[in-house]
């Protein structure tokens, strides 16, 4: 009974895993880490920047598409304190963007804590 539960627990977290796979950047250390190959060689980061607006912090982040086509993505912003810390509830949902071949855009949030100092975004391809 264990190890069938083990494997249904660890196809469980395969599946998810495999919907959440993409690109993530972390603003403090300027980190990329690309969970898919296929994105990554798709899409380059230029620059994870932020600023502060009537007190919370602002995350920016600069990419280029280097496929001729569209790609339709999403991305999520994480917003951690400062001792590294997510902030519960901050979160934000899945957003969705269109970039069209070798096209550059920026993506942008503003934090809804004023203690975050720090945030991570994970970009990945949108499910059909």
């Keep these: 009974m264990k190890w069938l539960s083990a494997l249904l627990l660890s196809v469980l977290l395969m599946g998810c895993s495999a919907h959440t796979t993409g690109i993530s950047v972390d603003s403090d250390t300027q980190k990329v880490v690309f969970g898919d190959n296929v994105l990554g060689g798709r899409l380059m980061i230029n620059k994870a920047g932020s600023h502060h607006i009537n007190g919370l912090m602002q995350g920016i982040v ?11 993505l999403q991305y999520r912003f994480y917003w951690y ?5 997510e902030i519960n509830g901050s979160d934000s949902p899945w957003r969705q963007l269109i970039v069209h071949g070798m096209d550059t855009v920026s993506v942008q949030e503003v934090a809804l804590s004023p203690e975050a100092t720090q945030y991570r975004i994970q970009i990945r391809q949108a499910s059909n």
């Design 81 to 85: 304190d400062g001792q590294g810390l």
């Design 62 to 72: 600069s990419m280029t598409s280097r496929y001729a086509g569209d790609q339709n």
